[in-house]
């Protein structure tokens, strides 16, 4: 099941809400919420909720066992055990068979590549549960003794699949104190629908345009120096509005839970630099990486370019089982480098427009580089964005496309704008702003709200990106 479709929107939300409010105590309206929760992971394939409750067992005596520990080298033998299986479940639901095809490929060898299928959302479950672990260890939570309490966090459905990645410690006394305030159920609502709206009228709708230009991610076609840029930029807009939008849907359905999830994504297209755009984009992995790898240590010491690199290829390695990851992650790795090398100062002193283009050719590019998992057609890409493409500058049909979607170009980059924040600055001058940013914001949302549904009733294949990750 998944958040962008009709029988999530109007029977399956609905009727999880209303179980919510009519249950009073808490642990009733928690039990509801697991109930849920598991039913949505369930939803099509009800084996791999199996592995999951198996997950939150494990873990949960993982954390009891770092509590009752009464040696540091007890506590590191539990915490190593719940890391090995924690990371050993992703490698294998979702790097095994990668890992089959380049040991065969490197040594000649003919071992069968293993099919499994990827568990939805593990990579980013997995992250929460090691998060949880580590901080026991750390001392920076106590053990979870409830393990339905503990199992909601892991299962929690809005943000099981595709994150943000939310850390025990940020949920924790919520999970057995809270309530929803009329501002938790308007935000929250809010948040809902224009994350719904991104995904359904912006990504969704940009992506049939990608799907024209640069084709699928295993063949590029003949493609003009001008379409190939075109094609990628939009791919880039696309993948912020489907990402941003699936976070913004989970952060709004959390509040009206009464949870405060932390932000995933702070518009990052207005960034100047690289370093920037990563502290914008993705920041639940950008700070799970940050706090949990980047104080490790090797042979006694710290080593800051090591640990750069050794949190730019897991970045890359996180994103899926194809060598274009590892790339892209190692891309924006040198980048970051670079930058760190540089320093803030000297970075500072260059014109601002210089940084925003800077900024955006590379991160347009990076995408190019995650868009392609083929070898060959990336070389193709690569070739293609330079003047050596023999393809021309522009055809007709790029032209005619460009002409024919330039609304929604256009809207597409206002979106990437802080808008909300921009009427709440107009709400705050005084009480008729605010009583008028009010009702036009209800009208959007009831305006986006009913789009959004118009457009699902057709639409087919609309899965968000970031469910495969």
Same mark, same amino acid.
């Given at each position: 099941?998944?958040?962008?479709?009709?029988?999530?929107?109007?029977?399956?939300l609905?009727?999880c809400?209303?179980?919510?409010?009519?249950v009073?105590p808490?642990?009733g309206?928690?039990?509801?919420l697991?109930?849920?929760?598991l039913?949505?992971?369930?939803?099509?394939?009800?084996?791999?909720?199996?592995?999951?409750l198996?997950?939150?067992?494990i873990?949960?005596?993982?954390?009891?066992?770092?509590?009752?520990?009464? &040696? $540091?080298? !007890?506590?590191? *033998?539990? #915490? =190593?055990?719940?890391?090995?299986?924690?990371?050993?479940?992703?490698?294998?639901f979702?790097?095994?068979?990668?890992l089959?095809?380049?040991?065969?490929?490197?040594?000649?060898?003919?071992?069968?590549?293993?099919?499994?299928a990827?568990?939805?959302?593990?990579?980013?479950?997995?992250?929460?549960?090691?998060?949880?672990?580590?901080?026991?260890?750390w001392?920076?939570?106590?053990?979870?003794?409830?393990?339905?309490?503990?199992?909601?966090?892991i299962c929690?459905?809005?943000q099981?699949?595709?994150?943000?990645?939310?850390?025990?410690?940020?949920?924790?006394?919520?999970i057995?104190?809270r309530?929803?305030?009329?501002?938790?159920? &308007? $935000?929250? !609502?809010?948040? *809902?629908? #224009? =994350?719904?709206a991104?995904?359904?009228?912006?990504?969704?709708?940009?992506?049939?345009?990608?799907?024209d230009?640069i084709?699928?991610?295993s063949g590029?076609?003949?493609?003009?120096v001008?379409?190939?840029?075109?094609?990628?930029?939009?791919y880039?807009?696309y993948?912020?509005?489907d990402?941003?939008?699936?976070s913004?849907?989970?952060i709004?359905?959390?509040?009206?839970?009464?949870?405060?999830?932390?932000?995933?994504?702070?518009?990052?297209?207005?960034?100047?630099d690289?370093?920037?755009?990563?502290?914008?984009?993705?920041?639940?992995l950008?700070?799970?990486?940050?706090?949990?790898?980047?104080?490790?240590?090797?042979?006694?010491?710290?080593?800051k370019?090591?640990s750069?690199?050794l949190v730019?290829?897991?970045?890359?390695?996180?994103?899926?089982?194809?060598?274009?990851?590892?790339?892209?992650?190692?891309?924006?790795?040198?980048?970051i480098?670079?930058?760190?090398?540089?320093?803030?100062?000297?970075?500072?002193?260059?014109?601002?427009?210089?940084?925003?283009?800077?900024?955006?050719l590379?991160?347009?590019?990076g995408?190019?580089?995650?868009?392609?998992?083929?070898?060959?057609?990336?070389?193709?890409?690569?070739?293609n964005?330079?003047?050596?493409?023999?393809?021309?500058?522009?055809?007709?049909?790029?032209?005619?496309?460009?002409?024919?979607?330039?609304w929604?170009?256009?809207?597409?980059?206002?979106?990437?704008?802080?808008l909300?924040?921009?009427?709440k600055?107009?709400?705050e001058?005084?009480?008729?702003?605010?009583?008028?940013?009010s009702?036009s914001?209800t009208?959007?949302?009831?305006?986006?709200?009913?789009?959004?549904?118009?457009?699902?009733v057709?639409?087919t294949?609309?899965?968000?990106?970031?469910?495969n990750?």
């Open positions: 099941m998944i958040f962008s479709s009709l029988i999530f929107l109007y029977l399956f609905p009727l809400l209303i179980t919510y409010g009519l009073k808490l642990k309206k928690n039990a509801v697991i109930v849920f929760s039913l949505f992971y369930a939803w099509g394939e009800p084996v791999r909720i199996l592995f999951l198996l997950s939150a067992v873990n949960y005596f993982v954390g009891l066992g770092i509590g009752a520990a009464k &040696s $540091e080298k !007890l506590q590191k *033998l539990i #915490v =190593g055990g719940g890391l090995v299986y924690n990371i050993g479940m992703i490698a294998v979702k790097y095994s068979g990668f089959v095809e380049n040991v065969n490929a490197i040594f000649g060898s003919k071992f069968p590549v293993p099919e499994i990827i568990m939805a959302g593990i990579s980013f479950y997995t992250f929460q549960i090691i998060s949880y672990i580590v901080d026991c260890y001392g920076k939570v106590e053990p979870q003794k409830n393990f339905w309490d503990l199992l909601l966090f929690l459905f809005p099981l699949i595709a994150g943000p990645i939310v850390r025990y410690s940020t949920i924790a006394e919520e057995g104190c309530k929803t305030t009329m501002k938790d159920l &308007s $935000e929250g !609502l809010t948040r *809902l629908v #224009v =994350g719904l991104k995904k359904v009228i912006l990504a969704d709708q940009l992506y049939r345009i990608v799907e230009t084709g699928s991610k590029v076609g003949p493609m003009t001008m379409g190939t840029w075109y094609g990628i930029i939009l880039s807009l993948i912020y509005f990402f941003s939008g699936y913004d849907m989970a709004g359905m959390g509040r009206i839970f009464g949870f405060h999830f932390n932000e995933n994504f702070n518009h990052p297209y207005l960034c100047k690289i370093q920037e755009f990563w502290q914008r984009w993705h920041i639940s950008g700070s799970f990486f940050r706090d949990y790898l980047m104080p490790i240590s090797f042979f006694g010491h710290r080593n370019y090591f750069l690199f730019w290829l897991c970045t890359g390695v996180w994103h899926g089982a194809s060598w274009n990851y590892v790339i892209w992650g190692l891309y924006y790795g040198a980048f480098m670079f930058e760190t090398v540089l320093g803030k100062k000297r970075i500072n002193k260059i014109p601002i427009v210089i940084r925003h283009i800077y900024s955006k590379i991160i347009i590019i995408f190019g580089i995650f868009f392609f998992e083929d070898f060959e057609q990336l070389g193709l890409f690569f070739r964005i330079t003047p050596l493409n023999p393809n021309g500058f522009s055809s007709e049909f790029e032209l005619i496309s460009l002409c024919n979607n330039l929604l170009i256009i809207a597409a980059i206002i979106c990437t704008f802080p909300i924040e921009l009427s600055k107009i709400s001058r005084s009480l008729n702003a605010k009583t008028a940013v009702v914001g009208a959007i949302c009831a305006v986006l709200l009913v789009a959004s549904s118009i457009l699902l057709d639409a294949t609309n899965a968000f990106l970031y469910w990750y």
